[in-house]
């Protein structure tokens, strides 16, 4: 359809063989108006491209990541930031692997395998305890 579009030197199959996978698109902390393409209960908290990218590596998959940012990421963050792009097809439009026939098999593969992360299953400790005992403090600020 776009002639002029630019391609990645990796993207040799053409724009259609690769698919954008923006960290968003898995995100359960956001809401389908803010970008969410997966139900929230499949979905995973704060991912980063680093971890999609490890998940579609080990999974044999053609990753690349790409410093760009959601239209929709109001958050300029270098944590929220990068576009994961994916080889779906190759370039006489077969499959890669099977078991991923479309973007949205990729982003539930990628949702269910990111909470098996070790960097994940290691920091199993939430900071919202603290974050609660700080607005507490704030507030005790206020009626002195």
């Known amino acids: 359809a776009y002639s002029t579009a630019q391609r990645h030197p990796a993207d040799t199959a053409g724009t259609t063989a690769f698919v954008c996978l923006y960290p968003v698109y898995i995100n ?5 108006a803010e970008g969410r393409r997966i139900p929230a209960q499949k979905a995973v908290e704060n991912p980063s491209c680093g971890e999609i990218r490890d998940v579609l590596s080990a999974a044999g998959m053609n990753v690349y990541v790409e410093n760009k940012m959601h239209p929709r990421e109001w958050n300029r963050d270098v944590q929220f930031r990068g576009r994961v792009r994916v080889q779906l097809k190759q370039a006489d ?4 692997q099977d078991k991923f026939k479309s973007r949205k098999e ?4 990628v949702a269910e395998m990111i909470p098996k992360l070790k960097t994940r299953t290691q920091k199993s400790g939430g900071g919202d305890p603290g974050s609660q005992q700080g607005e507490g403090g704030k507030k005790k600020k206020k009626k002195k």
Do not use: A, F, R
């Open 28 to 32: 359960s902390k956001k809401t389908l």
């Open 93 to 96: 439009g077969s499959l890669c």
């Open 106 to 109: 990729v982003m539930v593969y």
